[in-house]
């Protein structure tokens, strides 16, 4: 199925404004987040001073920066295994052949419109410690309150609740048109050969999803470390005592609020090390296992 | 003579109109959101008009964070904009990034005339370091107690004007016992009531005068009046009488005191008007009293918050001048009124302050005048002048969470101690940077 170039300059011509964009917007900024993370900077680098690996030492030294690197890893396993399974789950229960099937799929994508400062209000609503919703249920039928977001435990739990609701639809139409490129004489040959539902799914459907549950597992990975950042800002601001400052948290509050540049550069080059890293791992593992093509 | 003067007028109207093509444009950045981002145009479009020469474009460029550090990113690259809108615990920092200059050498240079006697001195003072004034304070508050005199008034208690801890917490157990509110008192988890009451109990917030004299090396979380505030604060709170709305949640902490759960409220005096408002709708009467301090301190009153209007430096004679203009026009004893009047900020002239005390303005909203009288009675003292910290924002993030600590059980001591030495390390770090 390969097909030929005319001349082996043409590619080239043709990745050029990719490449461009990408010079500029991605490696650039990598490269330039390299160097400062050397340096003690403020004022947006108007001011810096050389301090060598002074940064990463006093990161890895820092017993707030261990504490949010489990925070952090806590909420990308909640937000990974929590939200891929219930996705899968409503993505199965939306993919049976009902009445008004459309209408639960598009309002099950929802969610994800939704910006995550819109998100974060919403669930900073429904745990509000005086007149939230779910303040309320808990006290009317276990009467008692929860101090949802201003308990340790609980506000990371709450985040996590909120960070997946807020991915849910993304993962569930990845699901959904994975399902329904899953054959129908797959499933159909299994079942005159005998097996339950239960069975179907798991040794068919399951593994012919695999692709696809890869692929969503990385993006949520990748969600969890840098894209929650907005929900946790509008709902806990990383309290309280750090429970939800995540590494990405941490990072944003080091460059924008508190003008500490090099040391979030440091913290930027650790997190990309951290998620090729994992990345690798996950390639390795279970990439292998995946199946592609039915 | 009056025709000459009329046609002169004329004359330099059309004079202007016809310069219309050389009008000298500067820019104007702020940090004000929401319903204040159509008045403050009104102010600029009206500055406009009387100024035909000079050509202001006004942005609303999202929070005061994000306002510097656009703006910094814009003097990097050479076009900054002429005016910035700026916090309070920003002026270190916005001293040390070099990208502004005085705005009282500005005034002197072009021999603009500002009757600064006028100005009320606890919001001059804020801002002048080393004898200088560098900016222009402009939406100047400071916190105040709110309270449910409905409320108040069923446990058949009275609020003194000047509260103390002490107060507080007896007229909030009353309330809570007798189950007239869920609780007594709320306010936003916010670094800033801490640092006012220091202030108002006379400890300066960091050493060498409050940063005043000389670059802070050391924060004083570890005084004695430290340890009252937190022992009160923790105290409420382990008895059900304060509820936490969370961390900087002004929304929150206002939502809770208007829809009645707690019968008090401690937030900023530009509150006034919407709390006004709120307590019309609900149908209860709203009193305001000083902020509470302790008894065992005396009382010397409170730090002025809010923003201020710096100029930036690098740009033309006649550009510069026009942004001075402009900073002096917007505290113009008219448009001081109007500021006060419209967004609930500080009136910060006395001459704006006796008409509107002329036109019964107070009689008729006496809780500005709380919020007035409170800034007024301020002692000029360091501690009241404020702090000066080039890492101030990430000591409010430490403070909070030694808050977050006490409030959750860990000892009032070990959480101070552990704020102190990582604000400490900052303001080293600091200065190893901008001075070193």
């Given at each position: 199925?390969?097909?030929?170039?005319?001349?082996?300059?043409?590619?080239?011509?043709?990745?050029?404004?990719?490449?461009?964009?990408?010079?500029?917007?991605?490696?650039?900024?990598?490269?330039?987040?390299?160097?400062?993370?050397?340096?003690?900077?403020?004022?947006?680098?108007?001011?810096?001073?050389?301090?060598?690996?002074?940064?990463?030492?006093?990161?890895f030294?820092?017993?707030?920066?261990?504490?949010?690197?489990?925070?952090?890893?806590?909420?990308?396993?909640?937000?990974?295994?929590?939200?891929?399974?219930?996705?899968?789950?409503?993505?199965?229960?939306?993919?049976?052949?009902?009445?008004?099937?459309?209408?639960?799929?598009?309002?099950?994508?929802?969610?994800?419109?939704?910006?995550?400062?819109?998100?974060?209000?919403?669930?900073?609503?429904?745990?509000?410690?005086?007149?939230?919703?779910?303040?309320?249920?808990?006290?009317?039928?276990?009467?008692?309150?929860?101090?949802?977001?201003?308990?340790?435990?609980?506000?990371?739990?709450?985040?996590?609740v909120?960070?997946?609701?807020?991915?849910?639809?993304?993962?569930?139409?990845?699901?959904?048109?994975?399902?329904?490129?899953?054959?129908?004489?797959?499933?159909?040959?299994?079942r005159?050969?005998?097996?339950?539902?239960?069975?179907?799914?798991?040794?068919?459907?399951f593994?012919?999803?695999?692709?696809?549950?890869?692929?969503?597992?990385?993006?949520?990975?990748?969600?969890?470390?840098?894209?929650?950042?907005?929900?946790?800002?509008?709902?806990?601001?990383?309290?309280?005592?750090?429970?939800t400052?995540?590494?990405?948290?941490?990072?944003?509050?080091?460059?924008?609020?508190?003008?500490?540049?090099?040391?979030?550069?440091?913290?930027?080059?650790?997190?990309?090390?951290?998620?090729?890293?994992?990345?690798l791992?996950?390639?390795?593992?279970?990439?292998?296992?995946?199946?592609?093509?039915? | 003579?009056?025709?000459?003067?009329?046609?002169?007028?004329?004359?330099?109207?059309a004079?202007?109109?016809?310069?219309?093509?050389?009008?000298?444009?500067?820019?104007?950045?702020?940090?004000?959101?929401?319903?204040?981002?159509?008045?403050?145009?009104?102010?600029?479009q009206?500055?406009?008009?009387?100024?035909?020469?000079?050509?202001?474009?006004?942005?609303?460029?999202?929070?005061?964070?994000?306002?510097l550090?656009?703006?910094?990113?814009?003097?990097?690259?050479?076009?900054?904009?002429?005016?910035?809108?700026?916090?309070?615990?920003?002026?270190?920092?916005?001293?040390?990034?070099?990208?502004?200059?005085?705005?009282?050498?500005?005034?002197?240079?072009?021999?603009?005339?500002?009757?600064?006697?006028?100005?009320?001195?606890?919001?001059?003072?804020?801002?002048?370091?080393?004898?200088?004034?560098?900016?222009?304070?402009?939406?100047?508050?400071?916190?105040?107690?709110?309270?449910?005199?409905?409320?108040?008034?069923?446990?058949?208690?009275?609020?003194?004007?000047?509260?103390?801890?002490?107060?507080i917490?007896?007229?909030?157990?009353?309330?809570?016992?007798?189950?007239?509110?869920?609780?007594?008192i709320?306010?936003?988890?916010?670094?800033?009531?801490?640092?006012?009451?220091?202030?108002?109990?006379?400890?300066?917030?960091?050493?060498?005068?409050?940063g005043?004299?000389?670059y802070?090396?050391?924060?004083?979380?570890?005084?004695?009046?430290?340890?009252?505030?937190?022992?009160?604060?923790?105290?409420?709170?382990?008895?059900?009488?304060?509820?936490?709305?969370?961390?900087?949640?002004?929304?929150?902490?206002?939502?809770?005191?208007?829809?009645?759960?707690?019968?008090?409220?401690?937030?900023?005096?530009?509150?006034?008007?919407?709390?006004?408002?709120?307590?019309?709708?609900?149908?209860?009467?709203?009193?305001?009293?000083f902020?509470?301090?302790?008894?065992?301190?005396?009382?010397?009153?409170?730090v002025?918050?809010?923003?201020?209007?710096?100029?930036?430096?690098?740009?033309?004679?006649?550009?510069?001048?026009a942004?001075?203009?402009?900073?002096?026009?917007?505290?113009?004893?008219?448009?001081?009124?109007?500021?006060h009047?419209?967004?609930?900020?500080?009136?910060?002239?006395?001459?704006?302050?006796?008409?509107?005390?002329?036109?019964?303005?107070?009689?008729?909203?006496?809780?500005?005048?709380?919020?007035?009288?409170?800034?007024?009675?301020?002692?000029?003292?360091?501690?009241?002048?404020?702090?000066?910290?080039?890492?101030?924002?990430?000591?409010?993030?430490?403070?909070?969470?030694?808050?977050?600590?006490?409030?959750?059980?860990?000892?009032?001591?070990?959480?101070?101690?552990?704020?102190?030495?990582?604000?400490?390390?900052?303001?080293?770090?600091?200065?190893?940077?901008?001075?070193?």
């Open positions: 199925m390969q097909s030929k170039f005319p001349n082996r300059w043409l590619p080239l011509i043709l990745l050029l404004p990719t490449i461009a964009v990408c010079a500029v917007f991605l490696y650039y900024p990598v490269a330039q987040s390299f160097e400062w993370s050397l340096y003690r900077a403020a004022f947006m680098g108007l001011k810096r001073i050389y301090v060598g690996f002074q940064n990463y030492v006093r990161l030294t820092s017993s707030d920066y261990h504490k949010s690197l489990v925070v952090s890893l806590i909420f990308a396993a909640g937000v990974v295994v929590i939200g891929l399974s219930i996705s899968l789950a409503i993505a199965l229960l939306a993919n049976r052949k009902i009445r008004g099937a459309r209408i639960y799929r598009l309002l099950l994508i929802w969610p994800y419109a939704l910006s995550p400062a819109v998100a974060g209000t919403i669930w900073l609503f429904l745990f509000n410690p005086t007149s939230g919703v779910l303040t309320y249920f808990t006290d009317r039928f276990f009467g008692f309150r929860l101090d949802w977001l201003t308990n340790a435990n609980l506000a990371l739990l709450g985040v996590i909120a960070a997946v609701w807020k991915n849910l639809g993304y993962n569930i139409v990845f699901f959904l048109a994975g399902l329904q490129n899953v054959p129908g004489e797959i499933l159909e040959a299994a005159i050969d005998g097996a339950g539902p239960w069975k179907c799914f798991w040794k068919v459907t593994p012919l999803l695999s692709p696809t549950t890869f692929f969503l597992f990385i993006m949520n990975l990748i969600y969890a470390f840098f894209g929650a950042f907005g929900l946790i800002d509008v709902m806990t601001k990383g309290g309280p005592v750090n429970a400052n995540i590494l990405i948290y941490n990072l944003y509050r080091d460059a924008f609020q508190h003008n500490k540049w090099g040391m979030a550069s440091a913290q930027s080059v650790i997190l990309f090390v951290l998620v090729v890293v994992l990345t791992i996950q390639f390795r593992t279970t990439g292998r296992r995946v199946h592609y093509g039915a | 003579m009056k025709r000459f003067v009329l046609f002169a007028l004329i004359a330099l109207f004079f202007g109109m016809a310069l219309g093509q050389d009008k000298i444009k500067i820019t104007f950045w702020h940090a004000m959101g929401g319903w204040r981002v159509p008045f403050i145009e009104r102010m600029v009206d500055f406009n008009l009387t100024h035909p020469w000079i050509e202001v474009t006004v942005e609303y460029k999202g929070s005061y964070r994000d306002t550090n656009a703006a910094l990113a814009a003097a990097r690259a050479g076009n900054p904009p002429h005016i910035v809108h700026s916090f309070e615990v920003g002026t270190q920092m916005n001293l040390d990034s070099g990208i502004f200059v005085s705005l009282e050498e500005l005034i002197d240079k072009y021999g603009l005339i500002v009757p600064w006697e006028d100005y009320i001195d606890a919001a001059l003072n804020y801002y002048r370091v080393g004898g200088k004034l560098f900016c222009m304070p402009w939406n100047s508050s400071n916190p105040i107690l709110y309270y449910n005199k409905t409320m108040l008034d069923a446990v058949g208690v009275e609020m003194p004007r000047k509260p103390t801890f002490e107060d917490y007896e007229i909030s157990k009353k309330l809570v016992e007798a189950k007239v509110a869920e609780y007594g709320t306010w936003p988890l916010h670094s800033w009531f801490f640092e006012q009451w220091m202030a108002n109990m006379g400890v300066d917030l960091v050493n060498n005068q409050n005043r004299a000389d802070a090396t050391e924060i004083n979380l570890l005084d004695p009046a430290a340890i009252e505030i937190m022992s009160w604060w923790k105290k409420l709170y382990d008895e059900g009488l304060w509820v936490n709305p969370g961390r900087e949640n002004w929304s929150q902490a206002r939502q809770i005191f208007i829809s009645g759960q707690s019968a008090m409220l401690i937030s900023s005096t530009s509150d006034v008007t919407r709390m006004e408002n709120a307590a019309v709708e609900q149908g209860f009467e709203l009193g305001t009293a902020l509470p301090i302790s008894s065992k301190y005396e009382r010397h009153g409170v002025i918050g809010g923003g201020a209007l710096w100029v930036t430096g690098n740009h033309p004679d006649e550009e510069l001048e942004a001075a203009t402009f900073v002096v026009w917007m505290t113009q004893v008219a448009q001081t009124i109007r500021w009047q419209g967004t609930g900020y500080f009136p910060i002239r006395d001459s704006a302050v006796e008409i509107l005390e002329k036109e019964g303005w107070f009689v008729t909203h006496p809780n500005h005048r709380t919020a007035l009288d409170q800034l007024r009675e301020t002692k000029l003292v360091t501690a009241t002048q404020g702090a000066l910290m080039g890492n101030f924002l990430e000591a409010r993030t430490f403070i909070e969470d030694a808050i977050e600590a006490i409030l959750a059980g860990t000892p009032i001591e070990t959480a101070l101690s552990e704020a102190k030495a990582k604000i400490d390390q900052g303001l080293k770090d600091y200065l190893e940077l901008v001075g070193g």
